[in-house]
């Protein structure tokens, strides 16, 4: 027999008290004063409850250590080309080429406690997509999604929402999570892993907006920012971002369209039979929700981004990143509450070499643009202390420069352990 669990000797404390502790003994406070902390008045206001959440990520693996966490004071062969420019927040220094993020220090964290086990994109992926930090039985990694995989988190939590009985919907008829703008492709040709409903069943599956067609060549934000892989040939034209047409029909009309769905619906209630069929459900729901994109002039507007007004392109950018990330910022307004944003595939951010002028010419300049306008739009609503932004790729990067055979200049290589 097993004793019985002893009692604790320090007081229990809840999960969000435990993180914060784990930063907490950097200084030197144990758990005894955290729960000193703990019990103390409270001079702040408590921290909002999420109601929306916004997943920013990073196929290839973001370099740390040369973006938000840069280490000005180490040997040559770590530290890197780019120097370090301070921020809005005292104390906190990020990359020279992320300026407007910069200024905007106070609307972000950067989290150093990530890690996992790793080193393999397609795991990377995995993990970072289902939020386990342990493969399935059964899993291959061969890039084939399977219905054993582990459910993308976007599945998991889009049940929750969709069936928790307190959790509010600005829109039911919408699907709880949607990803922009393309599935996640290996350049091989294999799809990523730990996307789709997996165990859950496809009926899980998060909505793709496919509005980028992948490429195999390309990488990186198009038209104006897209470089080829691997020194490849490729042509800029290749690559159109078109989003999803939600237009009725020209002899449709609204009024015409909504008395057609009566008809419908009249019908349907005549069917009784059809509704002990699962299948007839759930195409119920697949109808229903189709219904309401066309019905709803703020779905079709969210998807209308590459026809928005010159001053909200330039802010945002255009380019497949800026155009993804105010898609992204109008379907939360439009009832969405999950949003996972691509900022590139075919591993983009994988910079075993040509690190340097590819962030500096090709990457850092859409995703500053773009991310800084999300921040300010969110923040003036009144959305952002509700909205949980989360920017991460599969892992970081190591800590020495390499110089890898493919390319001429240097770039690191895969690091799980941030």
Known sequence: MHSPTPTPSHPL???????????????????????????????????????????????????????????????????????????????IDICEHLPRLAQRSHLWSVCRSMTHSTNGHTLGHYFMLTGRSEKNLGFRGDRQPRSSDYPSILSTAGYAIRNHPQVPRQNDKLPPAAVVPETLIHWSGGTIPGQFG????????????????????????????????????????????????????????????????????????QQKHLDQAVTARSFGRLREGAIS???????????????????????????????????????????????????????????????????????F?????????????????????????VMAGEFGRTPKLETNRHYKLPGRDHWGAV
């Open 13 to 91: 404390v809840s999960r969000r008290t435990a993180v914060q502790a784990g930063t907490l003994g950097l200084m030197g406070l144990g758990m005894d004063q955290v729960a000193s902390l703990q019990a103390a008045p409270s001079t702040t206001k408590p921290l909002p409850a999420f109601r929306r959440c916004i997943y920013i990520f990073l196929s290839g693996g973001l370099a740390q250590q040369d973006s938000f966490d840069l280490k000005p004071d180490a040997p040559v062969s770590i530290r890197g080309e780019f120097r370090p420019i301070a921020t809005r927040t005292p104390g």
């Open 198 to 269: 997996g165990q859950m069943s496809y009926r899980h599956d998060p909505w793709f907006i496919e509005a980028s067609p992948y490429h195999n060549i390309q990488r990186g934000a198009f038209p104006e920012y897209n470089f080829p892989n691997l020194g490849l040939p490729f042509r800029e034209e290749d690559r159109v971002f078109r989003a999803p047409n939600l237009t009725l029909p020209h002899s449709l009309t609204s009024a015409r369209f909504t008395r057609r769905l009566d008809v419908l619906r009249s019908i349907e209630r």
């Open 293 to 363: 994109l066309l019905n709803d002039p703020k779905v079709r507007h969210a998807f209308d981004v590459t026809n928005e007004k010159d001053t909200e392109q330039i802010r945002y950018g255009r380019n497949s990143y800026g155009w993804s990330l105010l898609m992204a910022r109008r379907l939360i307004e439009a009832g969405v509450p999950l949003v996972q944003v691509n900022l590139g595939n075919n591993e983009t951010w994988d910079t075993h070499g040509d690190a340097f002028p590819r962030f500096k010419e090709k990457l």
């Open 365 to 389: 300049p859409p995703t500053d643009r773009g991310l800084s306008a999300l921040l300010d739009d969110l923040h003036e609503r009144g959305l952002l202390e509700s909205t949980l932004i």
